[in-house]
């Protein structure tokens, strides 16, 4: 897997899998907070899969960390 990142590197858009990957949660988390609505997809990608702001899902990660006392 190779995952190109802009300038800045914040909006980056990365499938669950990818960003599983960088959060150390799973593909499976990432799409738990999807149907939460605790983030957003902002496209999808040539495969048809749901794309994510690397930024939002941080925060996303950030605040469940928080709310779980593991900062």
Same mark, same amino acid.
């Given at each position: 897997?190779s %995952?190109?990142?802009?300038? /800045?590197?914040?909006?980056?858009?990365?499938? =669950?899998?990818?960003?599983?990957? %960088?959060?150390?949660?799973?593909?499976?988390? %990432?799409?738990k907070? =999807?149907?939460?609505?605790?983030?957003?997809?902002?496209? $999808? /990608?040539?495969?048809?899969?749901?794309?994510?702001?690397?930024? /939002? $899902?941080?925060r996303?990660?950030?605040?469940?960390?928080? =709310?779980?006392?593991?900062?």
């Amino acid at each position: 897997m190779s %995952i190109t990142y802009e300038t /800045d590197g914040l909006e980056t858009q990365l499938t =669950a899998v990818e960003a599983s990957a %960088i959060f150390a949660v799973t593909a499976a988390t %990432i799409r738990k907070w =999807a149907s939460l609505g605790k983030l957003n997809s902002v496209g $999808i /990608d040539r495969q048809g899969r749901k794309l994510y702001r690397l930024l /939002d $899902i941080a925060r996303c990660e950030k605040q469940t960390r928080h =709310a779980a006392g593991r900062d």
